[in-house]
């Protein structure tokens, strides 16, 4: 599922491609992605005629800012979005298309189905679900050492199903909880009332440090994250421990170990991140070792960072 840094370089790309034109009619082939209001035909009457003024995000949703309306919409595993002349060819799995006045259409193309789509007053898509719910946006300013210590710091559960519930922090997923644990120097099977203050303040650096590296470099692609170019993100090649089992550790030799903390997938290197209560000072400092620069190590050095939209025009 797209992360943070994923879903914000959508936002960027689609900001640019498609803010300020005006939808002229919809097409929807797969209803059940029309979750408000309930029927597709009235979800594709409220759109048109909207002219679309920009695209914001909430933890990994996308808000889609029209006038008078707000269009919600999470991609969850594969969705995506392309841009393209109305007269291309329309691909399998496009199951949304947002038909423009000047001759382009936005196609939403999900090969899994799972995505959603939600349509608001403006202002009322906080009091409503999928967002009324969501917690605090880690790259915000609101977001301090002391308010992540504020939020997790009593609870006796695992410091990694913590991060990961939406509730508290919006935008974390498995790739970024794990490099964030790492890059602090704590174990994800530490429970949240064990952390100490600087602990607390290295996790909360360590997130955003990640996370802001990671919508620098366009994301990770892991499985199936590419735009509509097969261009792929590039923070997989800076990745520490996530995917990297039996590997060493590039900070100090030891081996990346697999294992399974709340259901999830999970990499820690144990000499870093110890578990006892102990607590070597593994972390050290935040930027030893944490994150080559995007673009550095194996991988297509110096390529442009991508995102999952295209601008299709002309392309071979």
Excluded at 32 to 60: H, N
Aim: a positive charge; hydrophobic letters at 35%.
């Amino acid at each position: 599922m797209p992360e943070l840094p994923e879903v914000e370089t959508v936002r960027r790309t689609l900001t640019e491609l498609v803010a300020g034109r005006t939808i002229e009619r919809v097409t929807v082939t797969l209803p059940r992605i029309i979750q408000r209001p309930a029927e597709p035909e009235q979800f594709a009457d409220m759109l048109a005629g909207r002219r679309i003024e920009t695209v914001e995000r909430r933890g990994k949703f996308l808000r889609i800012v029209l006038d008078e309306l707000v269009l919600v919409s999470h991609l969850r595993m594969e969705g995506r979005y392309g841009l393209y002349r109305t007269d291309e060819p329309v691909e399998k799995h496009t199951h949304v298309i947002f038909h423009f006045t000047d001759g382009t259409e936005l196609r939403y193309k999900d090969v899994r189905q799972f995505g959603t789509m939600h349509i608001f007053l403006p202002g009322e898509e906080f009091m409503c679900p999928p967002l009324n719910k969501l917690g605090i946006e880690p790259l915000d300013e609101l977001f301090t050492p002391e308010s992540l210590r504020c939020t997790l710091g009593r609870r006796t559960t695992k410091i990694k199903p913590l991060l990961l519930n939406q509730q508290y922090i919006v935008g974390l997923g498995n790739i970024y909880v794990d490099e964030a644990l790492f890059a602090a120097g704590i174990h994800p099977e530490r429970t949240a009332d064990t952390l100490k203050k600087d602990e607390w303040s290295r996790l909360h650096a360590a997130i955003v440090e990640t996370l802001g590296r990671a919508v620098e470099a366009g994301g990770s692609s892991i499985k199936s994250y590419v735009n509509g170019q097969g261009e792929v993100g590039l923070f997989q090649y800076s990745l520490q421990v996530y995917g990297r089992e039996e590997e060493p550790c590039r900070r100090c030799g030891s081996v990346i170990s697999k294992s399974v903390v709340g259901g999830r997938g999970t990499h820690v290197c144990i000499k870093c991140q110890p578990l006892g209560r102990s607590r070597r000072a593994a972390a050290g400092k935040l930027s030893d070792g944490v994150l080559p620069a995007p673009g550095s190590g194996k991988g297509r050095k110096g390529k442009q960072a991508a995102n999952p939209v295209m601008k299709h025009f002309g392309n071979p």
